[in-house]
Nanobody, 116 residues
Framework: VQLVESGGGLVQPGGSLRLSCAAS????????MSWYRQAPGKVRDLVARINSAGGSTYYANSVKGRFTISRDNAKNTVYLQMNSLKPDDTAVYYC??????????WGQGTQVTVSS
């Protein structure tokens, strides 16, 4: 099983990034997918979640209205579109998948740095 994140990088405040997480080795369409983030010295927090069919989403209050989670089950990929980025969004972003049997997998993370 592999979850591979990409799309992180350095961006100025107010800018945008699109993260991708490509899954292999799982029946992707059976997994609810989430994005978490962890800043230095802080716990890992849930950012956004999307259900297996893509019809239901959840966002942390801190990103609501700025971030959008989506998925393409044909490509086994989940995305996180991040707009109006702030320095507080700086963190390592991880994707995670969980199925109804509670099998859970994590990616290795991708660094997002928001700085001028």
């Amino acid at each position: 099983v592999q979850l591979v994140e990409s799309g992180g990088g350095l961006v100025q405040p107010g800018g945008s990034l699109r993260l991708s997480c490509a899954a292999s080795g799982i029946t992707f369409s059976s997994y609810s997918m989430s994005w978490y983030r962890q800043a230095p010295g802080k716990v890992r927090d849930l950012v956004a979640r999307i259900n297996s069919a893509g019809g239901s989403t959840y966002y942390a209050n801190s990103v609501k209205g700025r971030f959008t989670i989506s998925r393409d089950n044909a490509k086994n990929t989940v995305y996180l579109q991040m707009n109006s980025l702030k320095p507080d969004d700086t963190a390592v972003y991880y994707c995670s998948g969980i199925n109804v049997a509670k099998a859970t997998y994590w990616g290795q993370g991708t660094q997002v740095t928001v700085s001028s």
